[in-house]
Each structure stands twice: as C-alpha cells, then as structure tokens.
C-alpha cells in the first residue's frame, strides 16, 4: 500500500487530453515538491517534472504538473501513441522522525 | 553528462545477503549537495525507494527495510554500495540507483537498472 494514492489506470484516445492524480497527506505533498516519472516499458524511470510543474529539458510542453494542497496532478495534452507507459508520483515524507522519500502506486496509461 | 549503472548478482539464495553496486560518472560524491539513492521494483509493480546516501555520508532507509540495509560509498571509486541482508523471494525486483542532490526534490538520471532474483 503506497503512502501516495494514484489511480492504478487511465486511458484516451490520441490527441485527446489526459490527468493523473496524486494523493497524499500533509505529512508528504502538502509540504514539500512533487515530482513525476515515466516508465516506458522495459525501461528504467525518467524524470518527467519536478517542483510540481517545472519541466527538465527536453520535455515537451505536453506534459505539465501541478499541486494543490495535499493533491498533484501531471496533465498530458495531444497523446500519443509513445506516451503509453507506468507514471509514478513521488516526494519526501515527514511523517516519522527522519524524512524519507515516497512513490505513488503508478498509473498505467493507455493511448487507444 | 551524468551516467549511473547497477551490477551485482542475478541469482541469490533465501537467507543471503545481496550487495550491489551503483558505479557512476559524471559528478563526484566528494562535491557538497550530490546524493545518490536506490530504488528497486517487483516485476510488475510499482516503484520503491530503498536508500539514499549524501556526500556528507548522511544516509537515509526506508523506515521498513532499514533494519535490512546498509549503504556506503567509495568516492574514490566513484561507487555507491547497497547491501540487503536476509533476502526473500519478495525481494525479487529490478534495483535501480539514481542521482539526487540535497536541495532537489527528484531522481535524475536513473541507472538501466538490474534484475535480482531470490530463489533457492
């Protein structure tokens, strides 16, 4: 059971606009940065966005995130078939005495 | 550019203990700030973040394997060490190490990672 709840799937169609959610609590997302990754299959995770909705270089501005409150969300407009892969969600959590870093369950996308 | 790349043992037994190692280029743990962490998934499932160590050799565990693992690192050989005591078949997963630094919130870049099978 992850610390961070995200729906197991979601799917669209290609050009179509998709949301993943992340939920978590004020001990974790509530305060402190959110960042995403993708899983393309067989492949090692990548850094997708960071401090909620910042984007390293060579993102494309399809995909975007952001935070409110104790929830984030990555947003990805004009799917595409290549987008097809697992999105994890992850940041520190304070709950317990010494931080410690925490990833959402994923999110299997589908592009149909 | 920064590189990161997972090796150590395909096959262990039940009960040993698993030593990885993370050798890395492209940045040096002797620099203030730089961190490297490992992360590991089960075949199918979903991510899990194991450990994480500072060039200051403060060192972070998941609070429910910590009992299990240890990591150190050799800045000379530019390496990050992870061992597992007592292995399961439950820990059958593919370990991945990552950089990070201190004041950064997120894994960036990942190592291709390495499968790691607990079976007798």
Known sequence: QSVLTQPPSVSAAPGQKVTISCSGSSSNIGNNYVSWYQQLPGTAPKLLIYDNNKRPSGIPDRFSGSKSGTSATLGITGLQTGDEADYYCGTWDSSLSVPSWVFGGGTKLTVL | ?120
């Open chain 2, 1 to 120: 550019q920064i590189t990161l790349k997972e090796s150590g043992p395909t096959l262990v037994k039940p009960t040993q203990t698993l030593t990885l190692t993370c050798t890395f280029s492209g940045f040096s743990l002797s620099t203030s700030g730089v961190g490297v962490g490992w992360i590991r998934q089960p075949p199918g499932k979903a991510l899990e973040w194991l450990a994480l160590i500072y060039w200051n050799d403060d060192k972070r565990y998941s609070p429910s394997l910590k009992s299990r693992l240890t990591i150190t690192k050799d800045t000379s050989k530019n390496q990050v060490v992870l061992t597992m005591t007592n292995m399961d078949p439950v820990d059958t997963a593919t370990y991945y190490c990552a950089h990070s630094t201190v004041t950064t919130n997120w894994f960036d870049p990942w190592g291709q990672g390495t499968l790691v099978t607990v079976s007798s």
